[in-house]
């Protein structure tokens, strides 16, 4: 069934840091893979899981600067991915399989925010590339190796989804590009994405969430000039985070959350913020969050996977159809 979009009353909020939200969790003897662990809020995702036991993989476009911030963190692990290439992410999925070893959390955390027009592969919009269709190729070519009954897939989306859905006629930007929109779509995708893996791999234990970490200034902003910061409130005249921007270690604590808690056993596919299932947006502020309807609608995410699996050759998931929105979990 499908997991209703309300608040569940989990004794974490906006303030709580992934340290917290993992307290008394122990993860020993388990893999955690994290896209993007080693920088911004995926190093913080990193330390968190670490700390609580868990052997962390980080897959890295630049090996070399993951090797660094990861040095003398017990428990990491750095190998070579990069999202944009889907050869890259064969190779990679192909050696993991190899050492026969299970994935028992994979946290879909790296991506681009608003970057100059870039193409990569056959000539793909390079958020829409990287956030989505790298994490779902990878997702699909890791199957073998989640945990059988117990494994998480988790998703970093964003409030950015407000600003736009799926563009099914445009996919790429073929007719005009627009750097927020790209990345806003990519986030909408991320969503969707994690609805329909739920209602893939619930069956056999795999449960799937996205999540909005908050407002976080992070080295993901690099495309974003100094004065646009200002210009949007996000700082302050003298350079500090503008009221309603978390730490990193709070940034990470949602995604941290939805891989670990047990609250969530029972609950799939649902979009998540601060620690708690986000509550349907009632505004379109960005700030205050939660989520928009065409983020969560399972028409819209069994359309995206199928679409997902034609460009990338992938789709290792039985076919199961969408699930009724009126199937909701009242729990």
């Given at each position: 069934?499908?997991?209703?979009?309300?608040?569940?009353?989990?004794?974490?909020?906006?303030?709580?840091?992934?340290?917290?939200?993992?307290?008394?969790?122990?993860?020993?003897?388990?893999?955690?893979?994290?896209?993007?662990?080693?920088?911004?809020?995926?190093?913080?995702?990193?330390?968190?899981?670490?700390?609580?036991?868990?052997?962390?993989?980080?897959?890295?476009?630049?090996?070399?600067?993951?090797?660094?911030?990861?040095?003398?963190?017990?428990?990491?692990?750095?190998?070579?991915?990069?999202?944009?290439?889907?050869?890259?992410?064969?190779?990679?999925?192909?050696?993991?399989?190899?050492?026969?070893?299970?994935?028992?959390?994979?946290?879909?955390?790296?991506?681009?925010?608003?970057?100059?027009?870039?193409?990569?592969?056959?000539?793909?919009?390079?958020?829409?590339?990287?956030?989505?269709?790298?994490?779902?190729?990878?997702?699909?070519?890791?199957?073998?190796?989640?945990?059988?009954?117990?494994?998480?897939?988790?998703?970093?989306?964003?409030?950015?989804?407000?600003?736009?859905?799926?563009?099914?006629?445009?996919?790429?930007?073929?007719?005009?590009?627009?750097?927020?929109?790209?990345?806003?779509?990519?986030?909408?995708?991320?969503?969707?994405?994690?609805v329909h893996l739920d209602t893939l791999g619930a069956d056999s234990g795999?449960?799937?969430?996205?999540?909005?970490?908050?407002?976080?200034?992070?080295?993901?902003?690099?495309?974003?000039?100094?004065?646009?910061?200002?210009?949007?409130?996000?700082?302050?005249?003298d350079e500090t985070p503008a009221a309603g921007f978390k730490t990193p270690?709070?940034?990470?604590?949602?995604?941290?959350?939805?891989?670990?808690?047990?609250?969530?056993?029972?609950?799939?596919?649902?979009?998540?913020?601060?620690?708690?299932?986000?509550?349907?947006?009632?505004?379109?502020?960005?700030?205050?969050?939660?989520?928009?309807?065409?983020?969560?609608?399972?028409?819209?995410?069994?359309?995206?996977?199928?679409?997902?699996?034609?460009?990338?050759?992938?789709?290792?998931?039985?076919?199961?159809?969408?699930?009724?929105?009126?199937?909701?979990?009242?729990?």
């Open positions: 069934m499908i997991t209703k979009q309300q608040r569940i009353g989990t004794g974490f909020g906006a303030h709580s840091t992934a340290d917290e939200v993992l307290a008394g969790i122990d993860l020993s003897g388990g893999t955690a893979l994290v896209t993007g662990g080693y920088s911004g809020l995926g190093l913080e995702t990193t330390r968190a899981l670490a700390r609580a036991g868990a052997r962390v993989v980080v897959p890295a476009r630049r090996p070399d600067t993951a090797e660094a911030a990861l040095r003398g963190m017990p428990g990491t692990e750095v190998h070579a991915l990069d999202l944009a290439d889907l050869e890259s992410v064969r190779v990679f999925a192909d050696r993991f399989l190899e050492t026969g070893r299970t994935i028992d959390v994979l946290i879909n955390g790296a991506g681009v925010m608003a970057c100059p027009e870039t193409r990569v592969g056959p000539g793909w919009e390079a958020h829409f590339a990287i956030n989505h269709l790298g994490h779902f190729a990878l997702v699909n070519r890791l199957r073998p190796a989640f945990a059988p009954g117990g494994a998480r897939v988790v998703s970093v989306a964003s409030s950015g989804h407000f600003l736009s859905d799926i563009r099914w006629d445009d996919l790429h930007f073929r007719t005009g590009y627009d750097r927020w929109a790209a990345y806003a779509q990519s986030k909408t995708a991320n969503s969707l994405f994690a795999l449960r799937a969430f996205a999540v909005h970490p908050g407002s976080i200034l992070t080295p993901l902003q690099r495309h974003i000039p100094r004065e646009e910061w200002h210009a949007l409130g996000w700082v302050t005249e270690e709070q940034g990470a604590a949602t995604a941290v959350w939805a891989a670990t808690s047990p609250l969530l056993d029972d609950r799939g596919g649902a979009y998540c913020q601060d620690c708690d299932i986000a509550a349907p947006a009632t505004t379109d502020d960005m700030l205050v969050g939660g989520v928009k309807p065409w983020a969560t609608d399972p028409a819209a995410a069994a359309r995206l996977w199928e679409l997902s699996g034609e460009l990338t050759g992938l789709n290792a998931f039985p076919a199961k159809p969408a699930r009724s929105p009126q199937r909701q979990d009242q729990r």
